[in-house]
């Protein structure tokens, strides 16, 4: 079974620009999680999408947004882009079973973003 | 207020056996997560637990006191393949997927 795909790997850009990064699930996954990675940070949730639904999110401003697709894709959308949106993005696909389910979400390669 | 305390780094010996202790504070708990991240790579799941107790897996075996806030991952038989930064997450009860982070522990593992 092939895993999280997503692309594009690497991107630069610059302060003011607008983003878009794509995530692949593994199939048959429902739930997409998308989560930020800095150095001074660590992992930090971004949100959850379900079912084309945002079913959870974190603490970040409404430059991030993200959808999801009828097939389980999920892009994530950063607008407005500042130094600080510099950081690796990690999607993470599960089944979506729901709350109390033993369930592992798995981690795609990232999406290294760099703003200068 | 949510909170995972983990060592920052830690080193051992090829062979060996390490500990790697996480504490964490959050307003909810549904199952704690240890995950394994090679520089520059994914982090991948290596064990969960969400009842008080031991949980093995080969060389790894994760431990939970929810009374305590703790959980511990162990690594027996170290290799220098080991060498990576290890996570452990929180599931908060009231956000399905939602893992809160801590900050990593770095382990190098050394000949």
Known sequence: ?116 | GQNIDQPTEMTATEGAIVQINCTYQTSGFNGLFWYQQHAGEAPTFLSYNVLDGLEEKGRFSSFLSRSKGYSYLLLKELQMKDSASYLCAVRDSGGYNKLIFGAGTRLAVHP
């Open chain 1, 1 to 116: 079974k092939a895993g999280v795909t997503q692309t594009p790997r690497y991107l630069i850009k610059t302060r003011g620009q607008q983003v878009t990064l794509s995530c692949s699930p593994i199939s048959g996954h429902r739930s997409v999680s998308w989560y930020q990675q800095t150095p001074g940070q660590g992992l930090q949730f971004l949100f959850e999408y379900f079912s084309e639904t945002q079913r959870n999110k974190g603490n970040f401003p409404g430059r991030f947004s993200g959808r999801q697709f009828s097939n389980s894709r999920s892009e994530m959308n950063v607008s407005t882009l500042e130094l600080g949106d510099s950081a690796l993005y990690l999607c993470a696909s599960s089944l979506g079973a729901g709350q109390g389910a033993k369930e592992t979400q798995y981690f795609g390669p990232g999406t290294r973003l760099l703003v200068l």
